[in-house]
């Protein structure tokens, strides 16, 4: 080998990395984040302040390298999901959405961008994902509980207290 092309190679080698990880200061990362209830409700500003500071333990700052777009349904299916086809045609990186009141107007409204879901008591029932597993299509997230898991809580609870008795009204 020539020592000129084995210099390039190691030099190109060398410089490769950095060059791949480099991105363009100016390009802001959005995230969109679709929320059915109201800013003044006890429970989602709290989730939102929650989702952006781990977001700032992972790297992200608002403004700085990322820029997240919160919609506002204020309790209103009909807003809701005309916020979630607002947000669809604004074309975010990926979209956030807590619950199934937030998670369903977005399924219907898009099939292309990544859209990770968490609180959705049944996501493979509603349709949203094909299994927990392996979601498929472009939503992934998470669940409170897996429906599956009730008779192991029964089996635990007979387990504890052998002697209670369910009775179960229909």
Known sequence: MRRRTFITLVGGAAVWP???????????????????ATETDAEYPA??????????????????????????????PQKTRALASELVTQGPDVIF???????GPLHEANRNIPVVFTIVPDPVAAGFVESLSRPGGNATGFTSFEYGIGGKWLGLLKE????LSITVAL
């Not at 950095?18 to 059915?36: F, K, N, Y």
């Not at 959405?97 to 998670?103: E, I, K, L, N, T």
């Open 18 to 36: 950095g060059a791949a990880r480099a991105q363009p200061a100016d390009h802001l990362r959005r995230i969109g984040v679709l929320l059915s």
């Open 47 to 76: 989730l939102l302040r929650a989702f952006v500071q781990e977001l700032q333990v992972l790297g992200w700052f608002a403004d700085r390298n990322v820029k997240i777009e919160v919609r506002w349904g204020e309790g209103n």
């Open 97 to 103: 959405a807590p619950g199934g009141a937030s998670m």
């Open 160 to 163: 504890v207290a052998p002697k």
